[in-house]
């Protein structure tokens, strides 16, 4: 069955980093577009990084540009966040999710309603 794994999550300083890893199983990996979103508590799923499935395409939330990074391995079926400069507002659960969408304005990168799998998400505390 379908499987995305986050971790690498947990409590940094401010102006710390993170990198979390995400463990694809279950689906063709190497043709998924793949996002990641986080939710805080009481606030909507929002779009923070996707990939597209070459590495060619890359999109980032305005709020993370410059800091974050998102990067894949498709032979480990593996996607990474890296995050850097983290601020108290980047904490967050995270998710990694899966897009079959080819990458562009119909591929709903930046929608959560686009992806199709989901992990179980990993959390990020970010400490002032």
């Known amino acids: 069955q379908v499987q995305l794994v986050e971790s690498g999550g947990g409590l940094v300083q401010a102006g710390g980093s993170l990198r979390l890893s995400c463990a694809a199983s279950g689906f063709i990996f190497s043709t998924y577009t793949m996002g990641w979103f986080r939710q805080a508590p009481g606030k909507e799923r929002e779009f923070v990084a996707a990939i597209g499935w070459s590495s060619s395409y890359t999109n980032f939330a305005d709020s993370v540009k410059g800091r974050f990074t998102i990067s894949r391995d498709n032979a480990k079926k593996m996607v990474y966040l890296q995050m850097n400069s983290l601020k108290p507002e980047d904490t967050s659960v995270y998710y990694c999710?899966?897009?079959?969408?080819?990458w562009g304005p119909g591929g709903m990168i930046g929608n959560p309603k686009g992806y199709d799998y989901w992990g179980q998400g990993t959390q990020v505390t970010v400490s002032s």
């Open positions: 999710a899966a897009n079959r969408r080819p």
